[in-house]
């Protein structure tokens, strides 16, 4: 198993940045591909971001491309999304997750293991 804890959540205003973390404890962190997922009030999980255990290889969903990066230390066992020009509707609770099994997924079915979530909110 792995157990996950995010942090850097906060209020920010509109435009501007965040970097959330996400350190992992317990089996080895490079075993898992890592990913990123938000969920507002109201509204399904959302993928945002993952990387791949394997490569390294990344991929975001459309919402976040070229605004998110996602990034991963392995020797330091963290998880990091970068978040610049944040917007209103970026304003949700931010999870990082754990895939065993797969090199790349965007299904959070996928994912075994969740962090307990961190809140963004982001000021117009």
């Known amino acids: 198993q792995v157990q996950l804890v995010e942090s850097g959540g906060g209020l920010v205003q509109a435009g501007g940045s965040l970097r959330l973390s996400c350190a992992a404890s317990?089996?080895?962190?490079?075993?898992?591909?890592m990913g990123w997922f938000r969920q507002a009030p109201g509204k399904e999980r959302e993928f945002l971001a993952g990387?791949?255990?394997?490569?390294?290889?990344?991929y975001y969903s459309g919402s976040v491309k070229g605004r998110f990066t996602i990034s991963r230390d392995n020797a330091k066992n963290t998880l990091y999304l970068q978040m610049n020009s944040l917007k209103p509707e970026d304003t949700a609770v931010y999870y990082c997750?754990?895939?065993?099994?797969?090199?790349?997924?965007?299904?959070?079915?996928?994912?075994?293991?969740w962090g307990q979530g961190t809140q963004v909110t982001v000021l117009s």
């Open positions: 317990g089996r080895p962190f490079s075993l898992y591909t």
């Open positions: 997750a754990a895939d065993s099994d797969h090199t790349a997924s965007s299904d959070s079915r996928t994912y075994d293991f």
């Open positions: 990387i791949s255990r394997s490569d390294g290889n990344t």
